[in-house]
Structure formats: C-alpha cells, structure tokens
C-alpha cells in the first residue's frame, strides 16, 4: 500500500512542475512552456483533492514547491500556503478587509481579485480594497503592509481592486488608488518604499505587462481611461492611447507579438498597435484594428501567429485572428457564457468557462477543434487555472482543487 501511496505522490510531485509565480503565468502571457501532452486525453480527469480555502476570484499560484492561494473568509482577506501533494495548508495568514460590493456588482462577490506574484522568495498580495502587502513565503510572516486611504480618496476603483501586481528588477509595481485618483507606483521589493509613481490616472482593471520596445523597458497598462507605457526604471510617461470602455471597465491583459503590443475591451473590439522612438521622442501608430471579436473581463494568448480569445459578443464566443493582420480565421459558436481563461499547454489550448467547465481544443486556424470535455468544479470558475505538466489547480467559489490530467 504504500509503494502504492509513492507513486501516486509522484504523479503530481512538483519536480515535474515548471514554477507559474503570477498572472498568466512565468511570462504573464498565458503559456506553459514546458507542458508535456498526453498521449491521448482521458475521457475523465481524477481529481487528486479539494479544500476549502474562501471566496474569491483570484487564481492560485505555484512556486518554491507550494500552491499559494488569496481568498476571503468573512471580512478577512486570507492567504494560504499549500501542499501540492496533498492539499494540506501547510501556513495561513489574514488580516481584517472589510469590503462591501458595488451595488452594479454584487454577483461576483467581494474579492479578492486580484491574483498574488511570487519572486525572491516573497508572495505579494492587492486586496480587493488595495491593501498591498509583502509575506514570507516559507513562513507565512508579514515582510511589510501598506494601505492608502491616507494618499487617495478611494483606495479601489469603483468594482474593487482586480490588477495583479508584476515584479520587475526589484520592484513590485502596481496601481494604487481609486477612481481619478490613483497612482502607477513601483516599491522596493524588499522594503516596500516607494522607488517611482505615475499620477496620470486612476487604475483599470488591467494588470501590467513589462516589455522591451522601441529600445526601452516599459511598463505597459491600461489604465482607467488610457492605454500607457511607462518607464520601467523611472515612471516615467512614454506614451499615451486615450481609450475608455462602457462603465469604465479597462481590463484585458496586453499581450506582445513581434514589435506590436494587442489590446482589447468592452465594446472596443481589438487592435494592434506599434511603439517607436524619433529623437528621443515615443509615438504609437495602429497596425489594425477588428470589430470581429472583443473582450471583456479575459485576456488573449498566442500560438505561433494565431491570437485566441473569448469575445463578448452574441453571449460569448472563442475566436482565432491572424495575430500579424487581424484577419479573421474564425469565430465560434455563441452563447458559450460570461467568461473563458485560455492557455497554451504544449500543443493544446485549455480552456475554462465560468461555469466550470474545461475545454481542450487544437490552436487550429481551420475552426474551433475541442478534444474534450471536462467537468472540474460544480460552482463558478472565475479564477484562472493554476497549469502544471501534468495537472490543473482549479479555484471555484470557495474551494481550491488538483486535477491529474494524465
């Protein structure tokens, strides 16, 4: 029995396990670089456990050899260290947040939602109400804490907190704030003080990306009322798109392919748009723009020149574009729900509808290609799934789940 009780361990031991330490993973693109496919996909997936860990949408994390989970158990923000063996919390700490839903919002509950980053052996965490904090990540302790209802009027915008912090050379960057008052602001990693801060607009919904363009590394987001590039090191402003959405809902994660970053949001379809820098001056310039498809509360990701996403229209629909033209290759059939995570495993696109449901599709540019189908929570599935080489960690409502995919 236990040589049996081993090599079921070993099925999900994090050895086999690439690190997925932030949004969308290493690379905060939405690919698992390293995932090795089945030989042929099982017509049920096994789940290994499930715990309850609270309520919430932010999505786990995995590094250093642990699942890191941010959750709300009453008016207590909470994160979790666990075991990806055994689902064992193996630390927990909280802290008060009260919170209290807009009225427009009451559907997705009071958070959190914004997902933690994991770097230098430290987990970092935004509340849904910016409460901004800095844990051990072996031990759980509190590093260092910031709020701000000293600093701004409002210390989330109007739906709560949703960006998820990036780190980048030692500094954590995040947008603080609330509505027409907030800050892009990068603090020292370790120390938690603040190193720069762009005051130019209050914070979207978008968690930032860091690029390399135009010969510079920046800070690209989409703020409250703005698309902008800053400077990574100072803060700098490098450039601005004006662009607002119904409602003032800015959140779809850019993503880059080749020298262009895409963009898209409520209403405002898609587009891709090129950086450049003239005698020491940045401008931008639309390559193209689509009507086709457009995104609301997800993020896209890319297979080689296909751009996959989940558009709003017509009740939800996946699609493909030709990343380089934003031709449309296809547009799949409607009514598929609120929302969909993607992302790229190998050779496959795993997807995750609201609903619990699980999606494995070919990135085919010929039509939408499923696999299979997989039940893999029986509550909503807001959260975006935690993608190992051979397994999934799925966040529901209020409970956290391994599935074996092999």
Not at 75 to 93: A, F, N, T
Not at 114 to 122: D, E, I, L, R, Y
């Amino acid at each position: 029995m236990k040589n049996l009780e081993l090599a079921a361990l070993l099925l999900v031991a994090p050895a086999l396990w690439s690190d997925w330490p932030q949004w969308r993973g290493p690379t905060r693109d939405g690919v698992v670089a390293s995932f090795r496919e089945p030989a042929a996909w099982p017509e049920r997936l096994t789940r290994n456990w499930k715990i309850t860990v609270g309520l919430g949408h932010s999505s786990p994390v995995y590094a250093a050899g642990r699942i890191y989970v941010f959750s709300r158990q009453q008016d207590r923000e909470v994160v979790s260290s666990v075991s990806p063996e055994d689902g064992k919390i193996l630390w927990s700490q909280s802290y008060p947040a009260p919170y209290k839903m807009n009225p427009a919002a009451v559907k997705h509950g009071e958070g959190p939602k914004s997902t933690p980053v994991f770097a230098g052996g430290k987990l970092y965490t935004l509340g849904i109400s910016g409460i901004l904090s800095c844990f051990d990540g072996a031990s759980g302790a509190v590093r260092w804490r910031k709020e701000f209802s000293k600093q701004f009027k409002e210390t989330s915008p109007l739906f709560g907190t949703a960006m998820s912090p990036v780190v980048d050379r030692g500094l954590l960057i995040a947008h603080v704030g609330g509505n027409d008052d907030g800050a892009l602001a990068a603090f020292d990693a370790e120390s938690g003080e603040v190193r720069w801060s762009w005051k130019g607009d209050g914070p979207g919904y978008t968690s930032p990306v860091i690029v390399e363009l135009a010969g510079g590394r920046q800070v690209v987001t989409q703020s409250q009322q703005n698309i902008v590039g800053v400077d990574a090191g100072s803060g700098a402003l490098l450039w601005k798109i004006p662009f607002t959405t119904p409602y003032v809902q800015n959140i779809v994660t850019p993503i880059v392919y080749r020298d262009m970053l895409i963009f898209s949001g409520l209403s405002k379809g898609m587009m891709a748009v090129a950086v450049s820098k003239t005698g020491g001056q940045f401008s931008t310039k639309e390559i193209w723009k689509t009507q086709d498809a457009s995104m609301y509360m997800n993020s896209p990701v890319l297979k080689g020149d296909l751009l996959f996403g989940f558009s709003h229209k017509n009740k939800g629909q996946f699609f493909c574009l030709d990343a380089a033209t934003g031709a449309t290759k296809w547009i799949g059939e409607p009514r598929q729900g609120d929302n969909a995570a993607i992302v790229v495993a190998g050779q496959a696109l795993l997807l995750l509808k609201d609903d619990g449901e699980l999606i494995v599709a070919r990135p085919s540019a010929k039509g939408f290609e499923a696999v299979r189908r997989y039940t893999v929570a029986e509550s909503p599935t807001w959260a975006h799934p935690l993608v190992f080489d051979g397994g999934i960690a799925i966040k529901d409502l209020d409970s956290l789940a391994l599935w074996n995919l092999r």
